[in-house]
């Protein structure tokens, strides 16, 4: 299944923001946006004149006022719409989202030993709760024992049920998935209220988005050049009494209107809030916007080898048979050390050798006993009812295993083992009574795709550094396979750390995925800190994102998006601040032609009346919001390029078509009205 959410707007969408379009009418909520503050203003205005034509000495046309005042307020609603929509399709996600959020029984395990059923709102930190086959999680929590598939598709979106086990980094589980198999003993982590998906709840109604510090330079930027044509604007009145040229109240407002940055204005919080939402359809929670927006300024992506470029199992590639023994032989004594191994490496043993056409039955696994592997042996194996002993272990245990039997070691051991761990695997010795037969090589397997998806984080001029706990020769091999830039080997915690500062101190944007425990200091320590939902706890909370779908490569889509929003918000500014010139020759010239008739020159676009070409460059100014809300929405198509191509991209297309649209668009609404002789 594709996990990438729909981002389709329903009628239900449409209609609630066309409602909201009218709550957000409310001065203190307009005050936030302070470009579309002027504009109600102006409309508030433009409404007392209509009402009252000669409030301010000067007869104006009650019925102008009147039209420019709807105007306004229709360029208003449109600037409302835009941000309603977006917020619109966040609510209607976080609506999803609670339907998996449902008040469950869960069975409380007390200090006693029995089982109280209780509901899960009242659980705590810490209790223990036992989940059986085809029951909710109750909430957030640790496995602590026990073993089972989990069906994360409430979530997720994903249909395929994940193993989740006792110890490692796949143990934590999300209040509200299912357990479709076995039975387990679950920590709660978090109180009510609290859990992951009360968090992603919130996030994604976007109630706690926090502008981004691109976003408030953009505001100051349009906040400054507002208070500049308001000036502008202001002085415009003394001019035109010494020229004679008497000029409506109704008419300055609607020329600050139209040369304020109203497009971008109107549109701004939209960008932000959709931008957050295109991460969500890709299956990331943000925790908020400014990690967005870093993400599309990353120079470096710190990448944990173990669950995020590799499967994080080692398993079982290949069977290498030392001198004197043939395949078969090797084959099937593998399979046997293994019967009883329920680890991933030795499923992966008897996988392979069925492969390899190696059969077993019931009385092979019945008629005999499995060995655990032990930290002071370093071998497991079976031992058959029959007396037969078959084990496979460390290399360098092996051996000392069967001197001590009083068997001989192969001459060709030591060189096909390592030959497996020059290639960057693990080898295994097997051994039948005292007898060496073979290696198996482990190989912890590199995800589908990996080598493709980092050279198109190359190609966007991003490095990649894999961090690992292998040895260097093993942690060689993984890197030149994946087609990482860079590698650090046995990296400690405080060594993923040291990395992200010594590129931080170079001026350099980081970005970090992650699932374990020993990974949260450096997603916290990151710029952009991307956690694996199938990781732990500690892991999520550190992260400022979360990918729901586990899968490490979803940090080139986050990029596409950081720069898919920030080259959005750059386009929409240009083309908005590009259309203040068109607009300016159709409403200057249209103030003073009537007392400088050596005006007329500027009016270019030959419109018909001043009052024409007044209302036609109000009306513009309205409808483009809408047109350019799907814009808004998706988003500017992002194309692997450099800064200054991009920059000369979009000064041509969106400087240059926010200079013609309107210049167009202004002209055939002009001739609508002189059609339809409204002026």
Do not use: W
């Not at 389709?8 to 470009?35: E, G, H, R, W, Y």
């Not at 990331?284 to 400014?290: E, P, Q, T």
């Not at 590129?503 to 320590?525: C, F, H, R, S, W």
Request: charge should be negative; include cysteine; proline fraction near 4%.
């Amino acid at each position: 299944m594709n996990s990438k959410r729909k981002g389709n707007l329903s009628k239900d969408i449409v209609k609630q923001a066309a409602i909201d379009s009218f709550k957000k009418l409310n001065p203190v909520t307009m005050a936030k946006n302070p470009v579309m503050f002027v504009v109600e203003v102006g409309f508030i205005i433009t409404l007392i004149l209509t009402v009252f034509p000669n409030l301010f000495g000067a007869a104006d046309h009650a019925g102008y006022n009147g039209t420019v005042s709807g105007i306004l307020l229709i360029t208003i609603l449109f600037a409302n719409f835009a941000e309603a929509l977006a917020e619109g399709r966040g609510k209607a996600q976080a609506d999803s989202l609670k339907k998996t959020k449902q008040d469950t029984q869960a069975r409380l395990l007390q200090n006693d030993g029995n089982i109280k059923l209780i509901s899960s709102t009242e659980l705590r930190k810490d209790d223990i709760v036992i989940v059986h086959a085809n029951e909710l999680i109750p909430s957030d929590g640790e496995i602590i024992e026990g073993v089972a598939s989990v069906d994360e598709s409430a979530i997720t979106g994903e249909s395929a049920p994940v193993i989740k086990e006792a110890g490692g980094d796949f143990c934590s589980v999300t209040g509200g998935t299912k357990v479709t198999s076995d039975t387990i003993k679950v920590r709660i982590t978090s109180d009510p209220g609290e859990s992951f998906l009360d968090r992603m709840i919130s996030l994604v109604e976007g109630a706690k988005r926090q502008k981004t510090p691109n976003e408030i330079a953009l505001n100051t930027l349009l906040v400054s050049l507002t208070l500049i044509f308001l000036i502008v604007c202001t002085t415009i009145v003394p001019i035109s009494g010494y020229v004679g040229a008497a000029i409506p109240v109704a008419t300055l407002i609607a020329l600050l209107v139209c040369l304020i940055p109203t497009t971008i204005g109107g549109l701004l919080s939209a960008i932000g809030i959709a931008g957050m939402d295109r991460v969500t359809q890709f299956n990331v929670i943000a925790m908020s916007g400014k990690a967005v927006e870093a993400a599309g300024d990353i120079n470096t992506i710190i990448l944990d080898k173990t669950g995020t470029i590799t499967h994080g199992n080692r398993m079982a590639a290949e069977f290498v048979p030392v001198k004197g023994v043939s395949e078969e032989e090797l084959n099937t004594i593998a399979l046997h050390t293994s019967l009883h191994d329920e680890t991933p490496e030795g499923r992966s043993v008897v996988e392979l050798a069925r492969k390899k056409g190696v059969k077993t039955s019931e009385f092979l696994t019945e008629g005999s006993e499995g060995i655990e592997f032990k930290a002071e042996t370093r071998m497991s194996g079976t031992d058959f009812f029959t007396g037969r002993i078959v084990r496979k272990g460390a290399v360098d245990a092996i051996r000392n295993y069967v001197m001590d039997k009083g068997g001989d070691i192969p001459a060709d051991l030591e060189e096909k083992s390592n030959a497996v761990a020059s290639e960057g695997g693990t080898p295994l010795a097997v051994v039948s009574e005292n007898r060496i037969l073979g290696i198996i090589y482990l190989k912890d397997t590199v995800k589908t795709g990996m080598k493709e998806r980092f050279d198109e984080l190359r190609r966007m001029g991003i490095r990649t550094v894999m961090c690992t706990g292998d040895n260097p020769l093993t942690a060689a091999t993984i890197a030149r396979e994946a087609g990482v830039d860079d590698f650090i080997a046995e990296a400690k915690p405080e060594d993923k750390i040291a990395v992200i500062k010594r590129e931080q101190a170079e001026g350099k944007l980081v970005a970090m995925t992650g699932d374990g425990t020993n990974d949260a200091p450096a997603l916290a320590q990151a710029d952009v800190g991307l956690a694996m939902n199938s990781g732990t706890i500690a892991a999520k909370e550190a992260a400022n994102m979360v990918d729901l779908d586990s899968d490490p490569t979803k940090i080139i889509e986050v990029v596409a998006i950081g720069k898919q929003l920030l080259m959005t918000r750059g386009a929409l500014t240009t083309f908005s601040i590009a259309n203040d010139i068109a607009k300016y020759f159709a409403i200057i010239p249209a103030m003073f032609m009537v007392a400088i008739p050596s005006m007329k020159a500027l009016n270019v676009m030959q419109l018909a009346t001043p009052q024409s070409a007044i209302l036609s460059a109000l009306i513009f100014n309205a409808v483009i919001i809408p047109l350019l809300i799907p814009l808004a929405m998706k988003g500017v198509k992002y194309v692997p390029m450099s800064a200054t191509k991009l920059l000369s991209r979009n000064l041509f297309i969106y400087g240059l078509g926010g200079i013609l649209a309107p210049f167009a668009g202004i002209k055939i609404i002009d001739l609508i009205l002189e059609m339809a002789n409204l002026v």
